[in-house]
């Protein structure tokens, strides 16, 4: 068992033009090597431990006073599949009294990989785990078809549920999960890291609920991905497995408009494609996706995800969003500014330009990465402070929706 | 009278920011005052005339030796309500031979505008100009709905037709134009400047044939604008007589997409709305628009345009194009780049990344701006080289299509 000793902070290392969740700059993937050892490695932080304040790759978590002696989350991880899950989990170890009592997966060359970073917590089986009433969540990156399912045994099974995106790939699924939801009473949390580890997200939504930028007239989200076909597990192909790129990629957009917007989909138009993966992607493989949304209050969006980030890019992908107000826009830059014309200036950045301010970089090194200490409130108080579960469920539904009704263009 | 005096050169001063088309770099709108004497001086350019290169603020235009002789076009101008006739008559003016011969305007102001520009050319009636058989081209830039009805006339008077985008309005525009085409044998050539007086573009076009982004998947157009309210004359404001900002500012990007990707529209998906542009705009104001547009070959398209770019924004609009293909990736910034850190680096530029090359800004300095020897040559030859009619009469019907089978969000 591995125990989070009070509030002995984890500092893990800052990584140069890094996937804001869970892995190095080259490629954004389901998990099938070790991450780097340097990356993970865990040192005290003298001015952590003053505040109470976490510092990780992503930026700082600070813990609430309250959470030291209230909370002693006993967790537990299903399924490795994506590298994800090691951010997931970096990120529950920030809660004061959590601890990670065991992990599950059925690949070993996987739970080998995961025990190297996580040597004091053993192996167990899924079914032993489910049925431990000490543990209070599981956490998950598994395979995306068995995400939803996993979902329905875990809140089933009386624990609440941390998985990465997507967290399913049926609308059979949400309607499982939703009443596994309200029988079991407990919670489900979905990892959404491209916004929730992301400073630039938190600090952008701060400043459209202070009105920095007028009314939301329009978000895009943009997400392409490097493929690098060879290296994909076999599941990556098949689509019962996979669940689509568009459902795949896309759920990190589709639930961005969600949030930043603070409005349900009205409506949408998607679009997916398959225009030219090499082998050993199938036929099936869709390599393109994108949608048009629009809100309830009429405030329009556009996705668009692709497996077509250059070789020769330095980056997995090139993850933008860009927020067009009525007084002003905000420009994220999640990864990368490769319009930099000097190297040193190429890290990811939010840009705003409003009526009463000409275009300037936003500061966001001190924001605080809040997922963690929403989850443990959430536990707290018995409440779902992440997403209330009738948003999660729209997201998720409508998701998987744009997957299943999209135009296939080719 | 003013006749161009041979091969010898025009050089116009280059302007940093500028719209790639006529005007400065505050704000893109129908004209209402005269444009910078500073930024439409002319000045010998010795080099230019050995070569027979002819350097504008937009780049260079070589003409043909055999232009010289051969051709001797005579035009004038029908229409002044919008600056970008100052750049239509600058780039005819570089045909060797040229002879601008006379202008009308209904509006004293914009007449007296124009004859401090042009001192030599007499100001005549519409119903002379078109009487003339002089005359080879009437050029315009006439208000949006009027653009239409003119080709109609000037086509079934003998003449060619040089229009500013949008070209016309309405479905029967586009009908009357296609008779009036076939019945007379003429040529209609649309100024659709955003990329046809653009380096990036020609360049990113020649990128695209010799394939080094592989096949096209998608391209995405953004077209933002500063509306700058109360200076908008009131046709501007008038939806009978503007036509709509769809059909207004995407024309741009509609033809932008047949043309980069060389394929028909199969379908698409268009938004228009109106989320809070200022007095005077009145309600019908449409200051959002947006669509997705799939080719034929199944390539996608995504264009926005909005009258949103922030007051304080140092320029009138952030147009950008980018084209994924599957083996490399290209952006365009055309006006400007917001995301250098430092002012000197703030002009606009074309970034690619390839599978053989890393992110690197494609030198395009000296791309040939080629629209006026297109249609110096087209007049020789009696064949539409700029856009032939089958595509721009495509173009202009699917654009207000997209215009009037928007769905209003707002």
Chains 1, 2 share one sequence.
């Not at 053993?122 to 979902?151: C, F, V």
């Not at 998985?163 to 399913?168: G, N, R, S």
């Not at 990556?236 to 996979?242: E, I, L």
């Amino acid at each position: 068992m591995f125990i989070r000793p009070g509030v002995a902070p984890i500092r893990l290392q800052r990584q140069h033009q890094a996937h804001p969740h869970q892995h190095g700059g080259q490629q954004c993937r389901p998990h099938r090597r070790a991450p780097s050892v340097l990356s993970h490695r865990l040192s005290l932080n003298p001015r952590a431990h003053r505040d109470k304040t976490i510092r990780t790759r992503n930026g700082y978590h600070r813990c609430p006073p309250d959470l030291n002696t209230r909370s002693a989350v006993k967790f537990a991880v299903i399924g490795l599949n994506h590298g994800h899950i090691y951010g997931q989990v970096e990120g529950l170890l920030t809660i004061p009294g959590a601890q990670f009592v065991g992990f599950a997966a059925v690949e070993d060359d996987l739970a080998a990989q995961f025990a190297a970073r996580y040597p004091d917590v053993p192996r167990r089986t899924k079914s032993e785990l489910l049925a431990d009433p000490a543990i209070d969540l599981i956490a998950s990156a598994s395979i995306n078809a068995e995400r939803g399912p996993l979902g329905v045994e875990t809140l089933r099974a009386g624990k609440h549920y941390f998985v990465d995106k997507p967290p399913l790939t049926r609308l059979e699924d949400v309607d499982a999960i939703e009443a596994a939801l309200q029988a079991s009473g407990k919670m489900m949390f979905v990892f959404y890291g491209e916004r929730m580890s992301c400073q630039f997200d938190i600090k952008a939504k701060q400043l459209v609920q202070q009105g920095a930028i007028g009314e939301i007239v329009h978000v895009m989200g943009l997400g392409p991905h490097r493929l690098n076909a060879p290296s994909r597990p076999s599941w990556f192909y098949d689509p019962a497995q996979y669940g689509g790129t568009f459902n795949d990629i896309a759920s990190h957009q589709v639930e961005w408009f969600v949030w930043i917007t603070g409005q349900r989909i009205k409506s949408f138009s998607s679009r997916i494609g398959r225009f030219g993966s090499p082998a050993p992607a199938p036929a099936s493989f869709e390599d393109f996706a994108d949608a048009t949304i629009t809100g309830e209050n009429g405030v329009t969006g556009y996705v668009r995800v692709d497996w077509f980030t250059p070789e020769k890019s330095p980056i997995w992908g090139d993850v933008r969003g860009l927020i067009v107000g009525t007084k002003g826009t905000i420009e994220i830059r999640r990864t990368i500014n490769l319009a930099a014309k000097d190297d040193a200036d190429r890290k990811g950045h939010m840009l705003m330009t409003t009526h009463e301010l000409p275009p300037h970089r936003v500061d966001c090194s001190q924001v605080l990465i809040e997922w963690p200490t929403q989850i443990a409130q959430s536990l707290q108080q018995n409440r779902n402070l992440l997403l209330d579960h009738d948003t999660l469920l729209h997201v998720m539904r409508q998701t998987v929706r744009m997957q299943r009704e999209a135009t296939r263009v080719r």
